[in-house]
């Protein structure tokens, strides 16, 4: 895959957030509003696979890249598929635009 895939493959899941994920979408804002651009920076190089960046769920559809040795994450996806979530954003801690 070239990068020119690569790139059009982001763009188009970005597009699928926008349409088919509300929630995580407006989450994706929200974060960008708090720490700036950095926010739509680790979107998209979660979408392209890289972990610790981006990783979400809405309606059984995942985005991103999992977090590797975050504390907890197997409880987490547990409740998520236990319970049913409406959505989970994740995004790594970030100060001052750096993660």
């Known amino acids: 895959m070239d990068t020119r895939t690569a790139a059009n493959d982001v763009e188009a899941q970005v597009a699928r957030i ?12 929200a974060k960008a509003q708090e ?17 610790n960046c981006f990783y979400a769920v809405e309606q059984g559809t995942v985005y991103g890249a999992p977090f590797t040795g975050l504390q907890g994450a197997g409880w987490i996806a547990q409740q998520i598929a236990q319970f049913g979530c409406a959505h989970v954003c994740i995004f790594p801690e970030v100060s001052n635009g750096t993660n």
Request: proline share 7%; net charge positive.
């Open 18 to 29: 926008k349409t088919h994920a509300p929630e995580v979408y407006k989450a994706i804002q």
């Open 35 to 51: 720490i700036g651009t950095e926010a739509f920076r680790l979107v998209r190089r979660g979408l392209r696979g890289e972990p």
